[in-house]
């Protein structure tokens, strides 16, 4: 009995190997047979892809409507395949890569600047993959940007800093606001006006005793600070009261 039982056992581990064994050759046969190992392509040229894919039975397709940059794949090489090459990575003959070319470096150069603000050359720099190096600002006869190091137009490396040259124009002048009550709205605007400073509203409203045209309030008043920027209303005296008037602002800005 316990001969017979050690006997079954012998033969059930016999059997149980040569089922597997059996089963291993006839997979190497008929599915490893029929796969081969995904070819790694990135560095090779286009004709040097194809025979490589044309010896292991697989279709190579080559995207021509996107193109990568790279420092380290000579341009018009493969530089991207879709399936991961390796030994472990198997592909049935007849499958399809797809890949993509090298465009080569990035060729990356300094942008013209010129009159521009530091804040937009400063984005345009980060746009561009370039960096801000050191700003320093000038006073000049006109605003924006003088000259860049590099000089604009250089070809440069990914993040190389760009030091600019910004010039700023001359401050705009202030005047202390003087006193306009009492004297003719025609007289008083020409004079602010040739100074740069804007009456930008006028309002007309009745006065007994004073006649026509002179300013009986202002704003701001007299003894402040104004500036081209700042405006300047003004109550005139009329013979009826009438809607406030908004003044278009014509003149010219003193820089």
């Known amino acids: 009995?316990?001969?017979?039982c050690l006997g079954?056992?012998?033969f059930a581990v016999l059997a149980v190997l040569a089922f597997g064994f059996s089963s291993y050759v006839w997979f190497s046969f008929f599915v490893r047979g029929k796969s081969v190992s995904t070819p790694n392509l990135i560095g090779q040229t286009v004709n040097e892809a194809k025979a490589i894919c044309s010896d292991l039975g697989v279709n190579l397709v080559i995207d021509g409507e996107h193109r990568r940059n790279s420092d380290r794949v000579p341009a018009d090489s493969v530089v991207w395949q879709n399936r991961p090459p390796g030994a472990t990575n198997l592909i049935k003959r007849g499958t399809t890569i797809k890949v993509e070319l090298s465009a080569g470096p990035l060729i990356l150069r300094v942008p013209d600047f010129s009159d521009q603000r530091s804040g937009t050359a400063v984005l345009r720099l980060g746009q561009?993959?370039?960096?801000s190096g050191t700003i320093a600002y000038v006073d000049a006869a006109k605003e924006g940007v003088l000259a860049a190091d590099p000089p604009?137009?250089?070809v440069v490396p990914a993040q190389t800093p760009v030091s600019l040259l910004v010039g700023v124009g001359p401050a705009a002048a202030y005047y202390i606001m003087p006193d306009l009550i009492d004297q003719p709205l025609t007289n008083i605007r020409p004079f602010l006006e040739s100074r740069g400073l804007?009456?930008?509203?006028?309002?007309f409203e009745a006065y007994p005793g004073i006649r026509d045209g002179?300013?009986?309030r202002q704003f701001p008043l007299r003894g402040a600070r104004v500036g081209?920027?700042?405006p300047i209303t003004v109550v005139v005296s009329r013979a009826e009261e009438s809607?406030?008037?908004?003044?278009?602002?014509?003149a010219t800005t003193t820089q």
């Open 1 to 4: 009995m316990i001969r017979g």
């Open 8 to 10: 079954n056992i012998i």
């Open 128 to 131: 561009q993959n370039l960096r």
């Open 152 to 154: 604009a137009g250089t």
């Open 198 to 203: 804007i009456v930008s509203t006028v309002k």
């Open 214 to 216: 002179i300013i009986i």
């Open 228 to 230: 081209p920027r700042d």
């Open 243 to 250: 809607a406030i008037v908004q003044q278009p602002a014509t």
